[in-house]
């Protein structure tokens, strides 16, 4: 029978302890072979919770049970798989579409309808177990936040932390950092100055101090130390919108030392408030500006954004970093808006769509897709022949150890080298094979996308704007504008294949509570 093999560890700290990926691994390697069994694939996630179905090693896994060769799942505990009932259901369902057996190691239940319902009982206790240990956490949290201790890892700009005995444990407090503290108060007191985000942003850039952690600053990262409310002295802590209790978050008052006065707070919370309700530049979803988010700065990489000049009478695609840090970190491109969404919009009509253009683009494309695919299946060949060669090495290394010629501690070392030489050939195949899936996703049929094109080039000359945004961000990669030209970067325009959607939803439903709710 052939088997793969999934193991997880939702924590580093869960990793260090017998239940480690490499512990999980032997466990079940040993048993397989003690079985008979075969194992085509391993596949591992490392700190991903199980109560969410985007693990990159589980889609690996299903999408190598796709592809057939597969009899049976084999896992060290079925919480390992998931700790979550609809995720546990989806792969339970996808397994059963394709003919595979779960098997767990410390679980004993069969295809029956009395062993579905045990391991449906095992599924139910392992999210029981979850959701417990996610509200104790959330508990213990608030606890030592409540306490004067601060609960979390890194502390904010500003401040630094201490080490502090509470009983035989050692707990962290916020005290103010020497440093930054007073750049801080300083920012607080620019601000009720009149100076906006972005003024105070320059000042200090101009003068050389650096974030902490080394980068210049930034109009958003004034706007969020300005409204933390950890600098008055408080620390709010969120909690699960599904959490059981105290659903609110919880705000405590003077936890620790202030670096602004209460009062100054709450004058420049009423300034930024007054500012957010006054009419100013239109958000990103009404953006009148067709090429954002695809427009970038020749000079220094960066984003352009829209920036208006003269009460609004001219408009302009502007280096976001020059506009918001100053000249110092960018000399700046600025241009147009009428000119350069002309210039882009003529020569996607005249050039990128042409007929001739995409026919000849086609060809090319495919012409290097087929090259990929003939190369890939080369080296899957090569693979293929190097993993029989290695398993048929490790097969005469058993018999050896079976028949008693040579003793473990002689053929240890080298069983151990082979199996680590035989997992790197299966990672590389799988890369392979999903490579090799992607590139014959992504034929193209010249009709098509003659076809596509011409639909495509009605709704740019016709469409509505958000309409012509949708469709220069399917087709345009970038548009990098420099002093003297501007380079539009592209993809063929074909339509998209519908995403796989490996494990479908089982029930409509919410998100439980848990780690990623804290």
């Known amino acids: 029978m052939n088997v793969v093999l999934y193991a997880r560890v939702s924590s580093h700290k869960q990793a260090e302890k017998d239940l480690s990926i490499g512990a999980q691994l ?5 048993f397989a072979h003690e079985q008979g069994w075969t194992v085509v694939g391993e596949f591992v996630d490392k700190a991903v919770s199980g109560r969410t179905a985007k693990r990159p090693g589980l889609r690996k896994m299903l999408r190598r049970i796709r592809r057939g060769g597969v009899d049976a799942v084999l896992v060290w505990k079925l919480d390992r798989l998931a700790r979550n009932v609809e995720v546990a259901a989806a792969i339970d369902g996808f397994l059963r579409r394709h003919g595979v057996k779960l098997i767990s190691l410390h679980e004993s239940f069969d295809d029956s309808p009395q062993g579905r319902f045990i391991a449906r009982t095992f599924e139910n206790l392992a999210e029981f177990y979850s959701n417990n240990l996610s509200q104790d956490i959330c508990r213990g949290i608030r606890e ?11 502390p904010p700009i ?7 005995k509470d009983g035989t444990a050692e707990r962290k407090k916020l005290v103010p950092d020497e440093v930054y503290g007073p750049i801080i108060q300083r920012i607080f007191s620019m601000y009720l100055s009149g100076k906006g985000g972005r003024e105070i942003a320059n000042i200090l850039n101009e003068e050389g101090i650096l974030t902490n952690t080394g980068k210049r600053w930034s109009s958003q990262r004034i706007y969020s130390i300005l409204r933390n409310p950890i600098y008055v002295g408080d620390l709010v802590l969120g909690m699960s919108p599904h959490s059981s209790e105290n659903q609110k978050p919880l ?3 003077d936890v620790h030392e202030p670096l602004v006065s209460r009062e100054d707070f709450e004058k420049v919370q009423a300034i930024l408030s007054f500012r957010a309700q006054t009419p100013g530049a239109p958000r990103w979803h009404s953006s009148p500006y067709l090429l954002t988010g695809l427009v970038r700065c020749g ?13 609004g009478q001219f408009h302009y695609y502007t280096c976001n970093r020059h506009y918001k840090e100053g000249k110092g970190s960018c000399p700046g491109i600025r241009v147009r808006q009428e000119k350069l969404e002309a210039f882009v919009l003529d020569k996607v009509l005249t050039v990128i769509l042409a007929p001739e253009n995409l026919e000849r683009l086609v060809e090319l494309v495919n012409e290097e897709l087929a090259h990929d695919i003939k190369r890939i299946d080369e ?4 693979i293929d022949r190097e993993i029989t060669t290695q398993r048929a090495r490790l097969a005469r290394l058993f018999d050896a150890l079976e028949t008693g010629k040579l003793g473990i501690e002689d053929l240890a070392p080298r069983i151990k080298e082979l199996r680590k030489a035989v997992e790197k050939l299966e990672e590389r195949k799988e890369e392979l094979l999903e490579a090799r899936d992607t590139r014959e996703v992504f034929q193209v049929d010249r009709e098509t996308v003659l076809s596509y094109a011409r639909d495509l080039k009605g709704v740019l000359e016709h469409g509505s704007l958000s309409e012509q945004k949708a469709f220069l961000a399917g087709l345009i990669k970038k548009i990098v504008i420099h002093e003297d030209k501007v380079e539009i970067e592209y993809r063929l325009p074909h339509p998209k294949p519908k995403e796989d ?5 089982v029930l409509q439903s919410i998100t439980s509570g848990g780690p990623e709710g804290i």
Do not use: D, I, N
Request: net charge positive; with cysteine; aromatic share 8%.
């Open 251 to 253: 705000w405590l008052r």
């Open 299 to 311: 000079k220094c990489g960066g984003a352009l954004c829209g920036t208006a000049a003269k009460s």
């Open 379 to 382: 080296e899957l060949q090569r």
């Open 144 to 154: 030592l936040a409540q306490r004067g201790f601060y609960p979390h890892g890194r």
């Open 501 to 505: 959607e490996l494990l479908p939803p």
């Open 158 to 164: 500003g401040y630094t932390t201490v080490t502090v």
């Open 26 to 30: 032997r466990a079940l390697r040993g």
